[in-house]
């Protein structure tokens, strides 16, 4: 009875010890990888890499987009913008540029007691011209419905301008924007913008010519077009 128990501790031991001998083995050979030892031998970490590269250019482009939208603030009137800017890529995430705006504001209504609504004529930003510089920061793609993925990037801009009145001289605007690029094909994309330009205005300068702080939001749709139309897939970072 003795030899039989002795032989099936042995036979329940070997495999233990067997797979505790293939555990060692597979340590060793992922600290061997890790410390450099063999020269095909890599981490995981290694073989795959945790961010694909870009595959859409800026650097070294100009970018045209003309575009439209509409104020969000102004409590006299509802303003059309007309906007154009041109920029130019140094880097894939920065650039520099210069946009302009141009509003059209019908006459504004403003509403009185016991009595018809009267038309008011307002001073107000007729157009607007600013150079700025934009920051890039972040870059990465969409799936939609899991058919179609959009590339796209998220940027920040900062300028100085000028706002041109329509009863009052031109006065000095800094400007401040947020926006998103979605990526069509190497030559086109669609652009998102927020923007808020500060500036003085007197809103009744026939009555009072003081000037008060005015905070002018505006949110518009544009298409952009890069030039050079094509760029190298190198040069992205991404795998051909």
């Given amino acids: 009875m003795m030899p039989k128990i002795i032989l099936l501790i042995l036979s329940l031991a070997l ?12 340590q060793e050979e992922d600290l061997g990888a890790r410390a450099g030892a063999g020269p095909e031998r890599k981490t995981l970490a290694e073989r795959i890499p945790a961010v ?7 650097s070294g482009r100009l970018e045209l987009s003309p575009g439209f939208g ?39 209504t403003i509403a009185v007691a016991n009595r018809d ?35 796209f990037d998220t940027y920040v ?8 009145p329509s009863e009052t001289d031109a006065t000095l605007a800094g400007t401040f924007a947020i926006g998103e690029h979605f990526f069509i094909n190497e030559w086109m994309a ?7 330009q500060i500036f003085g205005l007197a809103r009744a300068p026939a009555k009072n010519k003081d000037k008060e702080l005015q905070n002018f939001l ?23």
Wanted: with cysteine.
């Fill in 117 to 151: 609504p009267e038309q008011f004529d307002y001073n107000r930003p007729v157009y607007t011209a600013r150079l700025e510089v934009g920051w890039s920061p972040i870059y990465g793609k969409l799936s939609l419905l899991a058919e179609q993925v959009f590339h």
């Fill in 157 to 164: 801009s900062a300028g100085v301008g000028v706002v041109g």
């Fill in 190 to 196: 669609f652009k998102l913008e927020l923007r808020d």
């Fill in 52 to 58: 694909t590269g870009r595959v859409f250019a800026k």
């Fill in 218 to 240: 505006s949110a518009t749709l544009g298409v952009c077009f890069y030039l050079p139309p094509t760029f190298e897939v190198e040069a992205a970072g991404a795998n051909p």
């Fill in 15 to 26: 495999p233990v010890n067997a797979w505790a001998a293939e555990d060692e083995a597979v």
């Fill in 70 to 108: 509409l104020s969000l603030n102004d409590p006299f009137y509802d303003h059309i913008v007309a906007s154009g800017a041109v920029a130019y890529h140094v880097t894939e995430w920065l650039w520099i540029g210069g946009s302009a705006d141009f509003y059209i504001s019908p006459s504004s």
